[in-house]
């Protein structure tokens, strides 16, 4: 796979670098926050080589990718000229509702630093499988070090939030840091400790102190960053830019932290201790609630990017009581549920690439990314995904009956079995284990006889021009927009249509100035530059023309439109003319590649080339 390309192909379908005020991504997606969510063009994303698909939920505007994601990232971030250490505050409208806002900062904030909780989860992980087997002594040197590892990551969670949580409020990321630093220093640590001992009460410029040990909480430190986004702006504003860089973080840091010991840390304080509780008062009456909607659920709310909250819930399970009974158990048997249902129609599906990719998508499901078989598979034929609700939502009653709940932040999958090992033995871990292989049984069990609907899998390839003219009738057939010579892809010098980024299909070299209509269906897009026209057939086809290579940079000088976006159209109709000879003088290529964009849709692309052909001659066949 071309990096490159592909990211040079998202950016210019999410509406170009000026459209993105933040980007960053999580174990399979590329996550944007757009200015102008109408600006890009999703179907084309959706039918790109390389992307599983779309999702503009929760604030985000949410590319899936896969595990390849940080290739992608990095190459786009260069493309894009995004500043990773900041995010662009633009002068752009933010339209959304409240709540995707909030969904966005919840997503956003976690969303970096789910590795290392990952990775401390994991350190935890291990030292409970050393402690469930005595393989070292509790006064190992060994275990000593590997636990205050695996406890950083928990402890000084305020610090790394605060940094996440800067980004996304638009503030200096070093002092928000600095912010969390204060809620966790030694003396502060020992001040309330000392205090709590003595039953008294700390006064702070004649104003008490919320007596709160911060380490591994949550929310004190997202409502400091929030309350920081609306002091800097204002301190930056009134202090002179001659000191300003002394002075403002002065005032700024004084101010912050003064209001979070008074008012904000202590208020956080008691939400995220309200919060356990409401959570405690449900497993104590209704154990087998939360577990079971989250079993069944998670799949919906990965789609809605609402998975995050649930994420942000357990940290704060763990935080407050060291175990977490929410997010983690149902998510993990919904993701078993889903590979269950993902090898169910491996196991039944015709068609070999279906089969390929649900096997394959489906092992990654078992150890925790589920993205690649949602979008791939279960969503795209829809039965799957009723099976692994119905597995995940039966799996979790169970865990929820026996009250297992994991000991550590760690990627709901199989490697994350050693987290349920807790200081009472093994109990836990088999409860878990016995969720996990109900969950997998039940949604394959259920995918299997559900079966899905796909198209036969297509054994030959005809090209002949005359078998597919014959055929015409009975199967879907792309004729000649333009008279010309058709060529094979890998002749267009651009490497997005010649390796294929954008789907399969043929190229003409022009022998006339006109575009007509290949198929009958609606022209779905149709840039501003004239140069492209994009078609979606009656049959389902989405077909793309792009009349030159490089000829965007015309920005429409010697092309004329003959249709409008909307506009329905016949096969033969005139849509699109070009001068030719004017545009081979400005230097470009005139070369037209026609792009089945939707081409995963079809078992085939079959196109006939190295032929001259008329527009209106049989072009390519999609069996």
Avoid at 16 to 29: D, E, F, P, Q
Wanted: hydrophobic fraction near 45%.
């Amino acid at each position: 796979m071309d990096y490159k390309e592909l990211a040079s192909t998202i950016l210019e379908k999410v509406g170009g670098a000026k459209n993105v005020s933040h980007v960053t991504h999580c174990a399979t997606r590329l996550r944007f926050n757009l200015y102008d969510d109408s600006k890009a063009d999703t179907s084309g994303i959706e039918s790109t080589n390389g992307v599983v698909g779309v999702a503009n939920n929760g604030g985000q505007y949410q590319v899936i990718v896969g595990t390849d994601v940080n290739y992608i990232y990095k190459e786009l971030v260069k493309l894009g000229k995004f500043d990773e250490d900041s995010i662009d505050s633009g002068n752009a409208k933010d339209n959304r509702s409240k709540m995707a806002k909030v969904i966005d900062i919840i997503a956003g904030t976690f969303t970096p630093i789910i590795p290392v909780l990952a990775g401390a989860g994991m350190l935890k992980a291990v030292i409970a499988i050393i402690n469930g087997f005595n393989l070292l002594s509790p006064d190992s040197n060994v275990l000593q070090v590997l636990t205050f590892m695996g406890d950083a990551g928990f402890y000084f969670l305020p610090i790394i939030l605060a940094a996440s949580a800067a980004k996304k409020f638009q503030v200096n990321q070093y002092i928000a840091m600095g912010i969390g630093a204060i809620l966790m220093h030694p003396s502060f640590m020992n001040i309330v400790s000392t205090v709590q001992e003595n039953g008294e009460s700390f006064y702070f410029i004649g104003l008490p102190v919320g007596l709160v040990n911060y380490s591994s909480t949550v929310i004190p430190i997202i409502l400091a960053i929030w309350f920081m986004s609306y002091v800097e702006p204002f301190i930056n504003k009134i202090i002179p830019k001659t000191i300003r860089v002394i002075i403002a973080p002065l005032f700024i840091i004084f101010i912050v932290a003064t209001v979070t010991l008074i008012i904000l840390g202590p208020l956080g304080n008691y939400l995220g201790v309200g919060l356990a509780y409401v959570f405690s008062f449900l497993n104590d009456e209704v154990t087998w609630l939360v577990p079971t909607l989250v079993g069944a659920l998670t799949p919906l709310l990965v789609m809605v990017g609402m998975h995050y909250g649930l994420i942000s819930i357990g940290i704060n399970e763990l935080a407050t009581k060291g175990l977490d009974p929410v997010a983690g158990p149902g998510m993990l048997v919904s993701n078993i549920a889903q590979g269950g249902a993902g090898f169910a129609v491996a196991l039944r599906a015709k068609n070999k690439e279906l089969k390929a990719l649900a096997s394959s998508s489906s092992i990654t499901a078992l150890v925790g990314i589920t993205e690649p078989l949602l979008y791939g598979v279960n969503l795209r034929y829809k039965r799957p995904l009723v099976a692994a609700m119905i597995g995940g939502g039966v799996g979790g009653l169970f865990l929820g009956i026996m009250g297992v709940g994991r000991f550590a932040q760690v990627p709901p999958g199989l490697l994350a079995l050693p987290s349920y090992i807790g200081p009472d033995g093994f109990s836990v871990l088999i409860y878990a284990i016995i969720g996990i292989i109900i969950s997998f049984t039940v949604s394959f069990i259920v995918s299997y006889f559900l079966g899905i609907k796909e198209e036969p899998e297509q054994t030959t390839k005809d090209t002949d021009k005359e078998t597919i003219e014959k055929k015409a009738v009975a199967e879907d057939i792309v004729y000649a927009p333009i008279t010309g010579k058709s060529v094979e892809l890998k002749e267009v010098d651009d490497g997005v249509f010649s390796q294929g980024i954008l789907g399969q299909g043929v190229a003409i070299i022009p022998e006339e100035g006109k575009v007509f209509a290949p198929i009958d269906g609606t022209v779905s897009v149709l840039l501003d530059s004239h140069h492209a026209i994009g078609i979606t057939g009656d049959g389902g086809a989405e077909i793309l023309i792009h009349v030159g290579i490089d000829t965007v940079q015309l920005d429409g000088l010697h092309y004329s439109p003959k249709v409008e976006q909307g506009q329905r159209i016949k096969k033969g109709d005139l849509i699109l003319e070009f001068d030719l000879e004017a545009i081979k003088k400005e230097g470009y290529p005139v070369i037209t590649p026609i792009i089945v964009t939707n081409s995963s849709d079809f078992a085939d692309v079959l196109g006939i080339t190295r032929k001259s052909v008329k527009s209106g001659d049989a072009l390519i066949k999609l069996p």
